[in-house]
């Protein structure tokens, strides 16, 4: 669905993005790790063309993503910013109803069919009873939770989520976790930028590790975090879960 | 309060506004007026020829302040942005007064304008190369001062050196504006940059209601954010530039109004355009109906108003933001 | 033609007549000191003028002007050329006054006229001064003899009405010298009946309403531009002005006192008779 092909980008003339080549296939959560500094948020950008790539090319289902115009782009590709701001203090659903407005003209009010998918987002993402809040007044959590509602809204057929759950509590991140894949569920792809490895392993489909702008290895949660990818991308030790269940806990720094 | 019932009330307020401004003046010639038989061929010049331009162009000098203010404010995400603050309007005043005082004035009616639209448009270029890209709210303010500094000193010099010996004395009326002594014909100057920076405006609603979410997601989601800044410094140049070089430079209604009328708008800023517009008319009208109700003797600036409503309330902004942690 | 034939007269008379002993050198710093100056002294006489009294529009003793010392009414330029005295007009600075006086000048004062009638007790106090009496006299005489057909002429017509009308809005009320010479040709000055005393400003609407007959324009650096100038091209005064156009007086003719203020009057008067 998603194909990049020798992506390079630099930024104030530093390569940080090194040569990438990936795919992303339908339906599926592809989960983006790697320590900071490793190039991620910026192979997001650059899929979204925010900033320019150096080299290289990012396809959407056949057709590079840089030749859509920016309005067709929107519809297909939604963004969940890390620490998104919000300037204005709007109400929740308000906001929601942004996701919206790609798809309408600056003319056109929102129909009915919109207030349909807003609803219905807004109930997935448990936020109906805060609709009528403001948004700069509620918590880290809840106001993740109505950004990502206004990514849902907007329908696109690939979701790029960068470090959505950062700054949440457990229930709120593994919350927003099944958001995403409940997303997938319907037909639709999520990119997502994370750095817990269990929340990586266990909700996301594949997973690829980057380290110093190139791609380090990509497959399953099994395939990719092994001890030798984790100790020389992340410089960590980490135990791991027995049985059926694969989990990952960072155990001791090795630098 | 839906929007257009907000829209009516205040079309409604303008109206109003304007019939009283119809109705006051030096004289205590009034509308009514008209409707007597007798009345000398003067009621009818005092009516046309003075108080109606007086009028128009309060309501739309005014409308095009408020509008600016909410553009600037929704495109920067501040609400402390105003075409004051971003040197658009000593800016204009300066391109007006190089082109008035220096004779460049008699070659065409568009020149005036025309400087001033240049003029508006060079010092906010100047503001946003010096406050670079990404600037916090502070540092455009910074760079507005500065800007604004240099066209007011400018203005002076170039008044000084006028050859008109009337100059020197008429700083005063474009640092503070007048609508006074105005005539039809100034109208019909400054309606055509009015009217296209205005059609400018409309459609950017969408794309201000976007950088809700911050540059990156509102580019994400179809904004081109150079084709709107544009578009928007390109608007606010040509209403501006037109509306000081007749009335000179008229502070705090883009601050002002944008600030009032936001709440009532849900906070959405594309929505605050065409409001602001009608707030902003409303209040260089009853700046300037106020201006006319005070006791005879030499006019007061009408900006010495509108700065005694909107100082103070700057400060309250200043102080309320600080809460906000809007910078 | 009679005014130029008189004015001339007094010129030769200020050459010819005899010398009095008047060790007064004498400088001016306004511009109507300097036209009196000008006027009624003796070219060693006069110690500075100031450097308005060059320029033609505003001084009528502007040829008389040349290769004199000029100020810009500075006390400190004073310093460099020693006068004996000072003139200057009434409403000369109390700072300037008190700096003058410290530096040990004596210091005349001349109202500024209101009045024709002031004129005359300003031109006798100028020739008192620099010791040439006979000179006023013979001016003031002149002055009346050419004023009086004027003023017998227009006994028995009708006033027309007229509005001084300046950049701004400026206009003369009661009390001014051009109020009063437009009061002695012979027409009404609707500036006092709009009840302006002194140097005042004519509303454009309180214009309209009054509707002089005619507007009565001293051009003043023609061809300049400025808000204040850009009025007098107001519609509205463009349009009570198509059928009937303003009256042109050269400002130098009226902007100080002096023997120009007959001519002044002259063609004031006769600009009542053309419709």
């Known amino acids: 669905m998603l194909r990049i092909q020798n992506l390079e980008v630099e930024l104030g003339g530093q390569p940080i993005v090194r040569g990438i080549n990936m795919e992303v296939r339908r339906g599926e959560v592809l989960g983006l790790l790697g320590p900071n500094g490793a190039g991620k948020s910026t192979l997001m950008r650059a899929i979204l063309q925010l900033v320019p790539a150096h080299r290289g090319s990012v396809d959407l289902e056949g057709v590079p993503v840089r030749r859509i115009p920016g309005e067709q782009r929107a519809r297909r590709i939604a963004y969940l910013a890390q620490q998104g701001p919000v300037n204005w203090p709007l109400t929740v659903e308000r906001l929601v109803a942004l996701g919206r407005f790609p798809h309408r003209s600056s003319w056109q009010r929102l129909a009915a069919d919109d207030q349909e998918i807003i609803e219905r987002i807004l109930e997935r993402t448990d936020l109906i009873k805060l609709r009528e809040r403001v948004v700069t007044t509620l918590s880290g959590g809840e106001r993740t939770r109505v950004l990502l509602a206004r990514a849902l809204v907007v329908g696109a057929p690939l979701l790029l989520a960068d470090e959505p759950v950062a700054a949440l509590d457990p229930a709120h991140q593994l919350q927003i976790m099944q958001l995403l894949r409940d997303y997938c569920g319907e037909g639709h792809t999520v990119i997502v930028v994370i750095h817990d490895l269990t929340l990586a392993a266990r909700f996301c489909h594949r997973l690829a590790l980057m380290h110093e702008g190139t791609l380090v290895a990509s497959g399953s949660a099994r395939e990719v975090l092994t001890p030798e990818n984790l100790s020389a991308v992340y410089n960590i030790d980490a135990r791991f879960g027995r049985g059926n269940d694969f989990y990952v806990i960072p155990w001791r720094s090795t630098v | 309060m839906t929007p257009g019932y907000l829209s009516l009330s205040l079309g409604v307020l303008v109206a109003g506004l304007m019939l009283i401004s119809m109705n006051l ?283 005694i409503v909107g100082a103070p309330f700057f400060l309250f902004l200043i102080l309320k933001t600080r809460r906000w942690q809007l910078y | 033609m009679r005014t130029r034939i008189f004015l001339i007269t007094v010129l030769l008379a200020g050459l010819v007549a005899p010398v009095h002993p008047g060790p007064l050198r004498v400088a001016s710093i306004n511009l109507c000191t300097d036209q009196l100056l000008l006027a009624l002294a003796d070219r060693a006489q006069i110690a500075s003028i100031t450097f308005l009294a060059q320029h033609a529009e505003s001084s009528y003793m502007a040829d008389r002007a040349h290769g004199h010392h000029f100020n810009h009414g500075q006390a400190e330029e004073l310093v460099a050329i020693e006068p004996d005295v000072v003139v200057a007009s009434s409403y000369l600075s109390p700072t300037k006054l008190r700096f003058l006086n410290d530096l040990g000048y004596r210091i005349e004062l001349f109202r500024l006229a209101a009045s024709i009638d002031e004129v005359y007790a300003n031109i006798e106090q100028m020739a008192a001064l620099l010791g040439h009496p006979e000179r006023g006299t013979l001016l003031i005489g002149q002055m009346q003899d050419h004023l009086g057909p004027v003023l017998r002429n227009h006994s028995n017509q009708p006033s027309p009405s007229g509005a001084i009308y300046e950049p701004n809005g400026y206009t003369g009320g009661l009390d001014t010298l051009r109020g009063d010479i437009l009061h002695q040709s012979g027409w009404r000055n609707v500036a006092t009946d709009a009840g302006i005393r002194g140097v005042g400003v004519l509303d454009l609407e309180a214009l309209l309403l009054l509707d002089p007959d005619r507007l009565i324009m001293s051009p003043y650096a023609p061809g300049t531009h400025s808000l204040g100038q850009r009025l007098l091209q107001h519609p509205a005064v463009k349009k009570i002005t198509t059928a009937r156009p303003p009256v042109v007086i050269p400002l130098k003719y009226w902007i100080c006192g002096g023997a120009m203020n007959a001519e002044a009057v002259a063609q004031l008067a006769e600009a009542r008779n053309t419709p």
């Open chain 2, 25 to 307: 003046g030096a004289s205590s010639t009034s509308l009514l007026d008209l409707l007597d038989a007798q009345r000398s061929d003067a009621v009818a010049l005092v009516l046309l020829e003075i108080r109606l331009p007086r009028t128009l162009i309060a309501a739309l000098a005014g409308a095009s302040f408020g509008i600016c203010g909410a553009a600037m404010q929704g495109l920067l995400r501040n609400p402390l942005a105003s075409p004051g603050l971003i040197g658009s309007s000593s800016g204009a005043a300066l391109g007006a007064i190089i082109i008035l005082y220096l004779g460049f004035g008699e070659w065409s009616w568009m020149l005036m304008p025309s400087g001033g639209m240049l003029g508006a448009l060079l010092a906010m270029v100047l503001v946003y190369l010096l406050a670079g890209r990404d600037a916090s709210i502070v540092t455009i303010v910074l760079a507005g001062v500065a800007v604004n500094s240099l066209a007011v000193a400018l203005m002076s010099l170039i008044l000084n050196l006028a050859p008109s010996p009337y100059a020197v004395r008429e700083i005063v009326l474009w640092t503070l504006g007048s609508v006074s002594n105005l005539g039809m014909n100034d109208l019909w100057v400054m309606l055509p940059a009015t009217v296209l920076g205005w059609l400018l405006f409309l459609g950017t609603g969408k794309s201000l209601e976007l950088l809700t979410l911050g540059e990156d997601t509102a580019r994400s989601m179809g904004v081109n954010l150079l084709l709107l800044r544009t578009r928007l410094f390109l608007a606010v140049a040509l209403s501006i530039g037109a509306a000081v070089s007749v009335t000179g430079a008229i502070g705090f209604i883009g601050l002002v109004i944008p600030h009032l009328l936001r709440p009532l708008v849900g906070y959405r800023p594309g929505r605050l355009l065409g409001v602001s517009a009608l707030g902003g008319a409303a209040m260089l009208l009853a700046a300037d109906i106020v201006v006319r109700l005070m006791p005879p003797g030499p006019e007061i600036r009408i900006g010495v108003l509108t700065a």
